[in-house]
């Protein structure tokens, strides 16, 4: 499935300027897909991210999206709506899946999980889309997540906008972008498996 297709083809269909829920993990992922949808959407940014364990480094990136999106100029001002700070729900949620590798059942457990979580605030706050930048990234499985969207999304009014920002070198741009604004990169998705799996 031609994910990028799907999405392209949605835009030039679109009537108006619709609102868009985007859940993000960071700011890297974050910059190359704003700068795909900033002049055809109304942006918030959904930050939930109860995968990342360490306070610390939740807090870092979501400081870090909040000074990009005030320096980062799209045709449309881009606004943050920051969820409830929750890593308990991630630990419950994988328990007894501590030693799966990525790409494994608990990332498509926490794949739903973040993009469920994103529909329910896209429905409270009459957005008309919502979406997820997880697709940007290579260590990421983007048809689970479309599939995952698609899914959840069939009996809501808020419509999921399918992704493939790697695409049209989408993760290359999000690095340009990077350095250019002096964006913290993180070598881990957020959870305390992956940090181990890095070595640090």
């Known amino acids: 499935m031609n994910y990028n297709l799907l999405m392209e083809n949605e835009i030039k269909s679109l009537k108006g300027v619709p609102t868009l829920l985007l859940h993000a993990c960071c700011a890297p992922c974050s910059s190359a897909c704003l700068e795909r ?3 055809y959407f109304k942006i918030t940014i959904f930050y939930y991210n109860p995968n990342i ?3 610390t480094e939740y ?8 000074r990009f999106i005030k320096e980062f100029k799209v045709k449309y001002p881009i606004e943050i709506l920051d ?17 799966m ?10 794949y739903e999980m973040r993009l469920k979580e ?3 605030a896209a429905e409270e706050n009459n957005f008309d889309y919502f979406a997820t930048t997880l697709t940007l990234s290579p260590y990421k499985k983007t048809d689970w997540l479309n599939e995952i969207g698609e899914r959840i999304s069939n009996e809501s009014k808020v419509k999921y906008l399918y992704s493939d ?8 741009e999000s690095i340009i ?8 990169r993180q070598n881990f998705c957020g959870c305390m498996y992956s940090k181990r799996n890095t070595g640090d």
């Open 101 to 110: 590798p990525e790409k494994s059942e608990r990332c498509y457990l926490c």
């Open 177 to 184: 972008l990077s350095h250019k604004y002096n964006l913290y």
């Open 53 to 55: 364990t360490s306070k």
């Open 118 to 120: 994103t529909l329910k």
């Open 59 to 66: 807090l870092k990136r979501l400081n870090e999206i909040k």
């Open 165 to 172: 920002f790697k695409k049209k070198n989408g993760y290359k």
């Open 37 to 39: 949808l900033g002049d």
């Open 83 to 99: 969820a409830k700070y929750d890593p308990e729900s991630f630990i419950k949620m994988t328990k007894g899946m501590e030693d």
